[in-house]
């Protein structure tokens, strides 16, 4: 045999063995890819959330809690944004596993299954056990996030929605409607200032404030305020609210009370809640004069 022929032999032979070895790592990710990512993917299968009565969702600075409570949801004892509880049972139908991303422990606190910016989350059901999973930073990839199961070392990259509507504080899983009212139905509108009280009342083609004619744009602008209230923020807390305290009363036909409203206008913001509500909602500062305006803003210029 010629000294060619047997570099050529031995070539060949390196470009199989190279082969081989490529076609192996592939297998062996594969092989690390369905195991680690198969745990994660039955339990997001064995999620239904028709059965679930509790998430717990534990994050590095708050610790939400939601509840049902009969046909709607309480998030640590508060009445829950109907919109962020639907996109939380949304992200968690609609979610994929992708590939693993490490199965190395020593790369858990860098992605974020671990340590500091780790969020574990629990779902309890009526009539199953309780399930668990580690949500960590966010992928490389828009719209992934990386996330492992407890007690295992593979982190899987998780295709959807469920991280941005898992990762807030507890403010923005609270309900911010203040009001509904249908002003169509308001008749008297009874409101009390520092400066002085009033009554509105509405008569067959105009609002009256006593024996003369109300303001009609600084009505219009009370009953646009009243259709539709959504607070910015909440001021729950042990301390006063700041401000001038006024109250606002919407009467409809047949003396029936539609909303009654104690306030508070300061220079911040306009803190308000309800009758018989402790909760205390913030509002933006302008819209104490627009809602419950002191008595020289409604009699007709």
């Not at 092989?31 to 059965?51: H, I, Q, Y």
């Not at 083609?205 to 646009?224: C, Q």
């Amino acid at each position: 045999m010629s000294e060619r022929t047997l570099r050529r032999i031995l070539t060949a032979l390196a470009v199989v063995l190279l082969l081989y070895s490529a076609l192996e790592l592939v297998a062996r990710v594969r092989r690390g890819s369905t195991a680690g990512g198969g745990g994660f993917a039955r339990v997001l299968a064995g999620l239904d959330t028709a059965t679930l009565n509790r998430v717990r969702m534990e994050g590095p600075a708050d610790t939400v809690l939601l509840e049902r409570a009969g046909e709607r949801w309480t998030a640590n004892g508060h009445p829950t944004d109907p919109a962020a509880v639907s996109r939380l049972f949304r992200a968690l139908a609609t979610s994929e596993v992708g590939a693993v991303a490490a199965n190395n422990p020593a790369n858990h606190e860098r992605l974020g299954v671990a340590g500091a910016d780790a969020w574990t989350l629990r779902f309890e059901s009526v009539d199953g056990h309780p399930m668990e999973i580690v949500l960590g930073k966010t992928g490389t990839r828009f719209g992934t996030a990386f996330a492992r199961l407890p007690g295992e070392d593979a982190v899987i990259t998780l295709i959807g929605d469920l991280r941005p509507s898992v990762v807030k504080p507890l403010d923005q899983w609270r309900d911010r409607r203040v009001a509904r009212v249908d002003t169509g139905r308001v008749v008297r509108l009874e409101v009390t200032t520092a400066s002085g009280d009033y009554v509105l009342q509405r008569g067959d083609n105009r609002w009256s404030l006593g024996a003369a004619p109300a303001d009609s744009f600084t009505v219009a602008m009370m009953l646009g305020e009243l259709a539709d209230v959504d607070a910015t923020g909440f001021a729950d807390g042990e301390m006063a609210p700041a401000g001038e305290r006024r109250t606002l009363v919407a009467v409809a036909e047949g003396a029936d009370t539609v909303l009654a409203l104690e306030g508070w206008v300061g220079l911040d913001a306009f803190v308000v809640r309800r009758a018989r509500d402790a909760t205390l909602y913030e509002l933006s500062a302008w819209r104490g004069d627009r809602m419950m305006p002191p008595p020289d803003s409604v009699r007709a210029r």
